[in-house]
């Protein structure tokens, strides 16, 4: 199955988004897809100085991109917004919103763009996240906010950008001054330049007693919310 072959994803179409996960968005650790194996250094090394395959990841991030309803608008700055015509990006987030397990594989989309590093990619996506939970109306349910605060921001290993995207976040949830993140504070902060660089390439949060913890009680999480979304049926 080709999925660059230009097709997108529907909610209908689990099994060829689970495949593009597991195999599209590698990293250094085991994700829900048992039968992927997770990355050796050595190989993120040799696929790192390959531009087919870095380029490869970021057509997966397109792919799974328009599956939430958004579409990369520069892969220079990382700026993102919603889907055009005829894709129903209300529909999309819809799903998103309401559809829990979605929020594992976005972890571990950020965690292989940071493998490849594509962090600016990351700090866009969650950047416009913010912009739509704060100024766009949209995007903005408990269990969105809980996974983007708790475990997508720290997907970052630049602590500069984590501590950038971790700043708006605060500002946003405390309301204080009545702050709003705007969307021209969203594409002033990707454009200006203060994303940086900076990645550490070898970093593997899994080798740390956090990043066992995390992913072991993240993953137990989605199980359960998948276990009985299998036994209650689709919701409306």
Not at 96 to 117: M, V
Not at 185 to 208: F, H, K, Q
């Amino acid at each position: 199955m080709d999925i660059y072959n230009g097709c997108k994803l529907d909610s209908g179409d689990r099994s060829r988004m689970d495949i593009a996960q597991s195999h599209r968005f590698p990293i250094q650790e085991y994700g829900m897809n048992y039968e992927s194996q997770p990355l050796q250094r050595h190989e993120i090394r040799a696929m790192k100085a390959d531009p087919a395959v870095v380029d490869r990841i970021i057509t997966s991030y397109k792919m799974m991109l328009d599956f939430y309803g958004m579409r990369l608008i520069s892969v220079d700055s990382g700026l993102l917004d919603r889907s055009l015509p005829p894709r129903n990006f209300a529909c999309r987030y819809n799903h998103l919103a309401r559809s829990s397990h979605n929020n594992l594989r976005i972890s571990r989309i950020l965690k292989c763009l940071s493998e490849f590093d594509l962090e600016h990619l990351s700090m866009g996506f969650l950047l416009h996240v913010l912009w739509e939970q704060s100024d766009g109306h949209g995007l903005d349910t408990p269990g969105i906010r809980s996974s983007m605060d708790r475990w997508w921001t720290n997907c970052l290993r630049d602590d500069e950008k984590r501590r950038r995207v971790g700043e708006f976040i605060q500002k946003v949830r405390s309301g204080e001054n009545g702050y709003v993140f705007t969307r021209s504070m969203y594409r002033e902060e990707l454009e200006s330049g203060a994303t940086g660089s900076g990645i550490a390439p070898s970093t593997n949060v899994m080798d740390t007693e956090w990043g066992q913890q995390a992913c072991h009680i993240e993953r137990s999480a989605v199980t359960e919310v998948e276990e009985k979304s299998d036994a209650t049926g689709p919701g409306p």
